[in-house]
């Protein structure tokens, strides 16, 4: 299969010596030009055969190979003058400072030397590394008078990014590269390693250079336009302005020009080198392109989130995967995953041909490309690959035998990793069962959205295909949906019910609620529960009533007893427990649900929800999935039966109702105007710690919330169970009450920065308010309910306050979009070891312990080893009966 | 003013703090297999340090009871303030302008 062509066996970094760089050249560039007008490479010019092929069908002058297999070969260009490397200035400066300007040593005496050495020699722990020992050698040295030859004290100065200046006393002197390059060619090599250059690799004097490298044409290959316009590689431009300043420098220095124009190019020279290795170096206005966008050179090609390292190295475009569009599909199960037929038949997983297969492979075989249990390829022994076609099919069909490799389409129950981004957690990536289905989307079932954080308003999702054995059953049995029903973040589902899930449930089993035999039957066929479950002599008695509560406990385990209270709890001052006369504390014996209505708080995903809880901590990951299976089916039957709709007459409130609401919030406003009054007339106490101001705007605030409260209050008494909109709020399935009271009686005050609206206009919010008005109105108090509207000037209060939401929220993902990258940094490779210790990659402890009590969530009772209450319970319910 | 001396031991935030001896040092390293300067490490210009009298090179044994869990035992490696400027590594400058990512 996969040839690796070459082992990296280890990687050393040094400096390119000018030896080095003329070495593993193959030609010396003067031509700044690339093609003649023929569109000929020019001799010795940047596109010069020499240097690689770009173009399909030719061959290269140097290796005699042809374009794909040539990796380019690399030119130089001889520099009229030296130039600083910009990406060693910074080094370059720190080693200028420490060493002595006339006999080249580390200004440290003999005492000292012999300290540090010493120090170097023993360095290998985190306390006491290489690179601390040769920071302080230096910087001790960069204080010093050159103990050795006693060469008066001259100070280096550094203008970043690429100039040097020599200060003494009132003078100064520039140091040109020349001069940089002589200091550092002065330094004897025993000095080398205090001043943390490797004497193998590199000597500081290579970081002035002299020569400069001309990458091949591979790395930097023009492109051809339609037009058929060469356009040349961004990396090319920049050589081209180097070569041509550099041969006018040349030409200038050799005609004896003036002193001053020489250095000028001299400059021009080194800006453009700099800007060659990065272009956004500060202080360097950026080499632009003739249009006026900025070049990108060699750092830019390296740096960054677009760069080769994280968007090449790190990250990679990887085969055998998929992308498409999400859809809910209630009727899959939540371990499995819908995908399109036309997916399935491009995706292929390799499986060898052995006695036991090769019946089922020559079938799939004989299927071909085209019809869908397929196989796309074949692996011989021989390990000739080879192609299926219609055509071939039947004669590869017949060749087939064990030890081949047939690379068969994506079939049902094949186990793939499924993806939504952004991966925030490793419930982002969980591992499905394939089922293959018509149409262009991949189906979801509905309680695996909580997990992935998606919806289908346009979600697109990944699919990943494990390649091997050991991958597919390490994920199936690690990754899977069922294995994650339980969080490891707070120990309790993250896979669950949601929305008419949870409303149905509670329509299902409310009391009162009952269903004839037929439409049981119904139910319980159309979710898959008949049979199963319950056999069809349930139904021998025709005129037989269920309740919903009947139906429901079918699909619970046999033996299994709680009791928590429901969603929808009035939490009445004294708890009745089982004899609640509001149905609201669910009883479960035996598998029988004896009293209670099913709500969020037994199966909601993402809460406490303590049936489900229950069924997956006490009987297993499969009994759980069955468990949401057939409950999430059973209850759409239902909720398709009885029905659930919700309009503006949900939020109607009695004209006796809205004259409450009324009065309530006249009589705040009348307050309100009492307080102003007060802090008018001088009346205000100050509360302490705030101006008088600030407690003028509490007092309101506290007296605004308060009204907005006692409306919503009265609001909430007309708004009964009979509505399906308070339904679904008190059960949990979508909204809350305090959103219906904004419908039903009054929004509220609006804020921005938690502060009443004031800004807009001088001491206004809006022109229609008087200069200085503080009443409720005019900043932004919102009497009005959705159901009634807004008044204008409501109305604008209201998106300037809506607004404040959007951009908190734009904010807030950029800004943890940020940190979770850092966070993953800096953790990313800290690892659980065997003595349940956490450890980075030097083997540094960072927790004796993991998480510092060893605690799995997902795996205990609420963080403890058992769940002590739980098994009280359920050792008395199993003696009581 | 006069300034009233506190004993930070005595609040209640501050975990239990333990010089250990040679020998369970020894112990500790052998446990987790592995030398001094693996430990997390804790200056000893530290305040608790301070107080408990501990000199660089000794090991803390830290015992915190406020972990959800109940007890949880921590060592920490005391350092003096000379060795603790090569841990905090210049590099501000050098995590190159990352700016946050625009998604």
Redesign the interface.
Known sequence: MFKVPKVIDKIQFGILSPEDIRKMSVLRVITADTYDDDGYPIEKGLMDQRLGVIDPGLKCKTCGQKFGDCPGHFGHIELARPVIHVGHAKDVYKILKSVCRDCGKLKLDASQREIFQGQLLSATDRLKNREIIVKEAMDKAAKNVCPWCGSDKRSIKFEKPYTFYEEWGEERNKLTPIDVRERLEKIPVEEYELIGVNKEVSKPEWMVLTVLPVPPVTVRPSITLESSVRSEDDLTHKLVDIIRINQRLRENIDAGAPQLIVEDLWELLQYHVTTYFNNSTSGVPPARHRSGRILKTISQRLSGKEGRFRSNLSGKRVDFSARTVVSPDPYISINEVGVPDFVASELTVPERVTAYNLEEMKKIVRNGPNKHPGANYVIRNDGKRKKITDITKDDVAEELDIGFIVERQLRDGDIVLFNRQPSLHRLSIMAHEVKVMPYKTFRLNLCVCPPYNADFDGDEMNLHLPQTEEARSEAGIIMKVQENIISPRYGEPVIGGMQDYISGAYLMTREGAEFSAEEVEECFYESDVLSTKVGVEAFQERSKIWTGKNMFEVLLPKDLSVEFRSKTCKKCEKCEFANCKYDNYVVIKEGKLLKGVIDGAAFKARSSCKLLDKIVKGYGADEGREFLDSVTKLIISVIMKVGLTTGIDDVDIPEEGLERIDEILENAHNKVMENIEAYKGGELEKQPGQTLEDTLENRIMAELAKARDNAGGVAEQYLGMKRHAVIMAKTGAKGNMLDLTQMAACLGQMTVRGKRLHRGYQDRSLPHFKRGDRSAKARGFVSSSYREGLSPTEFFFHSMGGREGLVDTAVRTAQSGYMQRRLINALQDLKVEKDRSVRDNSNNIIQFEYGEDGVDLSRSAYGEAVDIDWIVHKTLALRKS | MTKKKINILDNEFVPEHTILTEEESNEILQ?????F????LILETDPVVKIIGAKSGDIIKIV?SD????K????RYV?GED?K???EEDSVDEI??EE????
């Open positions: 446990k987790f297999n592995v030398t300067d693996r430990l997390p915190r972990s959800p869990a109940g949880s035992v921590f060592y350092i060795t400027q090569g841990l190159i302008d946050p990512g625009e998604e």
